[in-house]
């Protein structure tokens, strides 16, 4: 099965931006690949911030829009808060099959 | 409310059996794709399986093809898991998640060690 790469670990500044991607070993990342971007603090389930792409649920802060960016599906966080700081794992699907990225800590500092 | 809640973890030996649950409410489950994902302590998350609405397609990851199934009983609202063969590499927290993945279940950890 396909291998999900993102960066292990990335630092933003208060008010900041970061941009978290996710890429697939079997080439670009498509539309077709449904991207899922999950935010997840320690000791808690995760919470869904983005679906297929760049949708997102009720709960899912502004501040928070996915993308496809050079071949990958991007996450991008406009004006970090404090409370950001969290592990952001993706998901994609190939042909039904899930796949989950390796998990990226963001620290907020 | 959307709810989904797993039951049924727990400790067992390698190579013994378990079967996890996961009752949904709040949603109409008979129209809902279904997923499994677990999360090994201190790691990231493996999607493992999920099935279509009415149980006629069903995915799995590689690592649990032929001693994981997943199935569901859309009169009862449930979902399960029924896993073989189980080995201290099964251990780890499982999730089941509606489509979308919206919402989440609380989670059911399941320990595989002698």
């Known amino acids: 099965q396909a291998v999900v790469t993102q960066e292990p670990s990335l630092t933003v500044s208060p008010g900041g931006t970061v941009t978290l991607t996710c890429g697939s070993s079997?080439?670009?990342?498509?539309?077709?690949?449904?991207p899922y971007w999950f935010q997840q603090k320690p000791g808690q389930a995760p919470r869904t911030l983005i679906y297929?792409?760049?949708n997102k649920h009720s709960w899912t802060p502004a501040r928070f829009s996915g993308s496809l960016l050079g071949g990958k599906a991007a996450l991008t966080l406009s004006g970090a808060q404090p409370e950001d700081e969290a592990e952001y794992h993706c998901?994609?699907?190939?042909?039904?099959?899930?796949?989950f990225g390796g998990g990226t800590k963001l620290t907020v500092l | 409310e959307v709810q989904l809640v797993e039951s049924g973890g727990g400790l067992v030996q390698p190579g013994g059996s378990l079967r996890l649950s996961c009752a949904a409410s709040g949603f109409t489950f008979s129209n809902s794709w279904m997923n499994w994902v677990r999360q090994p302590p201190g790691r990231g998350l493996e999607w493992v399986a999920n099935i279509k609405h009415d149980g006629s397609e069903r995915y799995y990851v590689d690592s649990v093809e032929g001693r994981f199934t997943i199935s569901r009983d859309n009169a009862k609202n449930s979902l399960y898991l029924q896993m073989n063969s189980l080995r201290a590499e099964d251990t780890a927290v499982y999730y089941c998640?509606?489509?979308?993945?919206?919402?989440w279940g609380q989670g059911t950890l399941v320990t595989v060690s002698s």
């Open positions: 998901l994609l699907s190939y042909s039904g099959v899930g796949v």
């Open positions: 998640a509606r489509e979308k993945f919206n919402p």
């Open positions: 079997t080439g670009a990342v498509t539309s077709g690949h449904y």
């Open positions: 297929d792409t760049s």
